[in-house]
């Protein structure tokens, strides 16, 4: 496991990235997907990680040192999965046949068991397909995440009856059709805090962008339309379930469809993590203090 | 008369252990009552076995299967036996040769048999155990402490149409599903013939918590009071939760037409305890029978599932026909698939979502 720690003084977060260990966790094919973790040399009390996912750019270790600095000063772990090409072609899709959804669910319970991980809630992030990604698994398992964030998703599934992933309507496929199990989980997907974000440049039509008149007309043409389109389709769908939303987008401007970018000029580290208010106290432990391996169930004991 | 030395020997060395004894402390046992006929449910039987018949191993308090041989010395308790593909029995010890009703060691009169069963395992009584007291030891006395009032958050019910109609791979798949998604998942057998391979299932599908009703002290459901088999309930949903579980997933044993059963589904009372249910029918036929009679006690299923899930022309019929959704044991093996299954309970069955259209 090649280990390496960062070696600059985040001047916003003002966290000493020496303190934290960026280090890359070997996978096992299908079952686990490699990961690359920014590991706080303290982590706070039950701190939930992070878990970024990449684009299809696959740039799994630049989300790991480009939060680093921020999860750092909030004493949370960032996990940031790197999907192959090879093995999970189709990762946006969440649950594609390459079952990616299923892969992350396997590295988080590694993680827990390996590094002490408090995994099972869990904030997610996803930049472009990581995006795309990140809506789907959050709408499959509402349950484990506690906060969602999505940059410059290419496409989205909406909340009406297109098939699936378009929309929760029946796929053509039985086999793909978790449009099914997405509608089970609307209410509670709906509940979620959810930030969306978008650069204002980011509104180019380029050959990474699904286009066609079927998904156009349902989504826009460019992913700041469709930003803006999905965001007010969960609104309205929240509000007509009387459901609160807490759905928010933010334009990040002068970003184009660049994730380095947008964190460097836009910020968008520091709005996934935000920093601790003024007082609050950030009680930490050493890292790597791994959980006890679970054993056989529980049977009540005899008297 | 075995000695009390002889008769210590026996009980530790040699007796093969039944798993509905599994919770009873063995050194108590230092007594042998000779008159087998006052047995009572629950009373532990030292017999030999007589002829291997139908149940040619013995499901053992260690969690495992030994093979029975005529002349092993067996604990086993006394008990009554319903089950519509093996036997039917009633607990009664007959001094001349009692029958093993259920491999779990649940030992009895047979009633009446399937026609496929051979002739029973039989038994030649030696007398009922008991402790220094001169009672005899009964698995009652040696269950969870009986409590009530408390339960895990979620609890969903898994009943069926008959028996083999495919609860037990229905709620092991779900326990499974919904581990790997996640939860801290009880696997409960709520009622039934005590036997290991329904808890085993549920701890081999990643249950951190797994109890049947022989924890509360029942070594079978059939012929016990409605207040009994309840609080049974209580006690292991109290239990499961003390435990941590989020998620009690309860197996319900045979058909709801089986008179211990039907009560339990209509009592107010076991309502309270779950948030929901999935039906386990063999064709489409029982499927839609089911979810008539469920409908007429209050209960719409959030899914349907069992053997006829296996076949998707049986399970497109039965959707047409309930308007309720048919789940395969790989829809329930998935994360996904048990987290929505999850939310549909606790929506209440025909939430958005639910139904097959």
């Known amino acids: ?303 | 008369m075995p000695t009390e030395l002889s008769l210590t020997r026996t009980l530790q060395h040699t007796a093969k252990w039944s798993f509905t004894s599994r919770r009873v402390k063995r050194d108590h046992a230092v007594r042998l009552e000779r008159d087998v006929a006052r047995a009572a449910t629950g009373d532990l039987l030292l017999g030999r076995v007589a002829l291997v018949g139908a149940h040619r191993r013995l499901q053992l308090a260690a969690g495992r299967y030994a093979d029975l041989y005529e002349g092993d010395v067996v604990v086993l308790a006394c008990g009554c036996r319903y089950a519509s593909e093996q036997f039917e029995g009633i607990a009664s010890i007959d001094p001349a040769g009692a029958d093993l009703l259920a491999g779990g060691g649940l030992v009895g009169h047979v009633r009446q048999a399937h026609q496929r069963m051979q002739p029973p395992t039989r038994i030649l009584p030696i007398g009922l155990l008991g402790n220094p007291q001169n009672r005899i030891l009964n698995v009652r006395d040696y269950a969870l402490p009986a409590r009530r009032g408390g339960r895990p958050p979620l609890v969903v019910g898994v009943l069926g149409s008959a028996m083999n109609s495919g609860k037990t791979v229905a709620a092991a798949s779900l326990v499974h599903g919904l581990a790997r998604a996640g939860h801290a998942v009880a696997g409960i057998k709520g009622t039934g013939t005590g036997a290991f391979g329904d808890i085993n299932a549920y701890a081999d599908a990643g249950a951190t918590f797994v109890a049947d009703f022989t924890d509360a002290g029942l070594v079978s459901t059939y012929r016990q009071p409605l207040a009994g088999v309840e609080a049974a309930l209580d006690t292991l949903l109290v239990h499961a939760s003390a435990a941590g579980a989020e998620v009690a997933v309860v197996e319900i044993a045979d058909g709801v037409f089986q008179a211990e059963t039907a009560a339990l589904v209509r009592s107010p009372r076991v309502h309270r305890l779950f948030d929901g249910f999935v039906f386990a029918a063999g064709d489409p036929l029982a499927a839609t029978a089911g979810a008539t009679w469920l409908a007429g006690v209050g209960i719409v299923p959030a899914a349907t599932t069992g053997l006829l899930s296996r076949s998707p022309l049986a399970a497109s019929e039965a959707e047409d026909a309930t308007g309720i959704a048919v789940l395969t044991r790989e829809d329930l093996r998935d994360p996904a698939g048990a987290t929505a299954l999850l939310a549909r309970v606790r929506a209440g069955g025909r939430a958005a979502g639910t139904t097959a259209a």
């Not at chain 1, 280090?23 to 009390?45: D, I, K, T």
């Open chain 1, 1 to 303: 496991m090649p280990l390496g720690t960062a070696s600059l003084v985040d001047t916003r977060s003002g966290a000493d990235l020496d303190e934290v260990a960026i280090f890359e966790r070997l996978g096992q094919g299908r079952l686990e997907p490699p990961a690359w973790v920014a590991m706080p040399a303290a982590v706070a009390a039950g701190a939930e990680p992070l878990i970024a996912v990449h684009g299809i750019l696959r740039r799994a270790e630049e989300q790991a040192r480009l939060f680093a600095a921020c999860a750092a000063a909030l004493g949370r772990p960032v996990v940031a999965p790197l999907f192959s090409a090879e093995t999970f072609p189709r990762y946006q899709r969440a649950v594609h046949r390459d079952r990616a959804d299923l892969a992350l669910l396997g590295l988080l319970d590694a993680l827990a068991a390996e590094l002490g991980l408090a995994t099972r809630r869990f904030a997610l992030f996803g930049f472009s397909g990581g995006a795309q990604f990140a809506h789907r698994f959050a709408w499959l398992y509402p349950h484990r995440v506690t906060h969602l964030s999505l940059a410059a998703a290419g496409w989205y599934t909406f909340p009406d009856d297109a098939p699936f992933p378009y929309g929760l309507g029946p796929a053509a496929k039985r086999r793909l059709d978790f449009g099914r199990h997405c509608r089970a989980n609307l209410r509670d997907f709906l509940a979620l805090p959810i930030d969306v974000f978008v650069g204002a440049a980011d509104n180019a039509v380029d050959e990474n962008t699904r286009s066609g008149p079927a998904i156009d007309s349902q989504q826009g043409r460019n992913r700041l339309s469709r930003a803006e389109r999905w965001t007010m389709a969960l609104r309205l769908r929240a509000l007509s379930l009387d459901i609160a939303p807490r759905i928010t987008l933010r334009i990040l401007d002068g970003c184009g469809h660049d994730f380095r970018q947008c964190v460097e000029l836009g910020g968008l580290d520091g709005l996934v993590l935000p920093p601790p208010n003024e007082g609050d106290q950030v009680s930490t432990y050493p890292a790597y203090a791994a959980v006890p391996a679970t054993g056989e169930p529980c049977q009540p004991s005899c008297p």
